[in-house]
């Protein structure tokens, strides 16, 4: 193989590494979006809100 | 993307433009080396990445660790961007280890040799992937965030051990290209091929800053989606519980059997804020 060959190669690995990595971000951001989403639709709750009413215990 | 605001998208389209140049000069643009000739051009990706995964990635690993151990500054923030940083410093490392990979191949005849500085890098890959794996211990959070920051401090000192390789042992490893403390004001490389290697550095940390952004807010996610599975399992034993009181209140013999289970609070603890 030449100097060319393995530098193209070096590249695509490097491309799809970083692009299947970011894929894997937006999939999964996704999907717990969806599990994080209130029953109702509208934006997720934020992690720092209080519990509803009575939930609160000890 | 969830994840994603104002501030990232222009953060990611700068992070993709300035990749995108760096290609294009690094590729076409910029002259062959005269010893190594094409091959040096794996140069515009292997120092970035290296630059990136363990002086950047590991170094705010670190910092944010010694920031959660400290106890004025301990919040879940600290551990989880130490988390995140981590991770996309494992991706760096590794294709940092298997871009140089490549390019030994192309230029030395191997893939692989045990050299000071391809060793002591594949250490500090396992090593952060040990890291990575004490985060997913099932455990108390607080206590699974503790030892992960004192696994991330005992990690940390591998990168220097790294930093030096080439200067404290005989390696096959070229010294530093621009970091060179000795020549930092007369640099080994210049002209296009320097301003392509700053240029990738600057691309790979803007891409760095925006894959950081992303893991983190993604680790938010988790959070709370883990909270949301603990409420409403917490639901399910309450509607579960609802029978058994107005069995009970009845006299009934069901309801009797049902009141000897303990409450919902006991069994799943007090519920998450």
């Known amino acids: ?58 | 993307m969830t994840t994603a605001s104002r501030a990232t998208r222009v953060l990611g389209w700068a992070a993709l433009v300035t990749l995108a140049l760096t290609a294009w000069l690094a590729l076409i643009v910029s002259p062959p080396d005269v010893t190594q000739k094409d091959a040096v051009r794996l140069l515009y990706l292997h120092v970035p990445t290296a630059w990136l995964a363990m002086y950047v990635s590991f170094g705010v690993t670190t910092l944010a660790s010694v920031l959660y151990l400290w106890r004025r500054t301990r919040s879940r923030f600290w551990d989880l961007a130490a988390g995140a940083s981590a991770e996309v410093g494992v991706l760096f490392i590794g294709l940092t280890l298997a871009v140089g990979s490549i390019w030994g191949r192309s230029t030395w005849g191997v893939w692989w040799t045990w050299d000071a500085r391809l060793t002591s890098t594949a250490v500090l890959f396992v090593l952060y992937l040990g890291y990575l794996a004490v985060r997913r211990v099932p455990s108390d959070p607080e206590v699974r965030s503790r030892r992960a920051a004192i696994v991330a401090l005992a990690a940390f000192v591998d990168v220097p051990l790294v930093h030096f390789s080439v200067e404290w042992w005989r390696t096959l490893h070229q010294p530093a290209s621009l970091l060179d403390e000795r020549r930092l004001f007369d640099p080994q490389i210049t002209g296009t091929m320097a301003f392509t290697l700053v240029l990738g550095v600057v691309a790979f940390t803007l891409l760095y800053a925006w894959l950081v952004i992303h893991r983190f807010r993604l680790a938010r996610l988790e959070e709370l989606a883990d909270e949301r599975q603990l409420a409403d399992a917490l639901a399910e034993r309450r509607a579960e519980g609802a029978p058994t009181s107005a069995g009970e209140s009845a006299g009934t013999e069901a309801g009797s059997a049902r009141v000897d289970a303990p409450p919902v609070e006991a069994v799943g603890g007090p519920v998450a804020p």
Do not use: I, K, N, Q
Not at chain 1, 1 to 21: K, N, R, S
Not at chain 1, 24 to 38: D, E, F, M, Y
Not at chain 1, 42 to 51: L, M, Q
Not at chain 1, 52 to 57: F, K, L, M, S
């Open chain 1, 1 to 58: 193989m030449t100097h060319l060959g393995y530098v193209l190669g070096g590249y695509l690995l490097t491309a799809a590494v970083l692009g299947g990595y970011v894929l894997r971000l937006r999939s999964r951001s996704r999907a717990l979006a969806r599990v994080t989403a209130p029953a109702g639709g509208g934006a997720p709750v934020p992690a720092d809100s209080p519990p509803p009413a009575g939930e609160r215990t000890r």
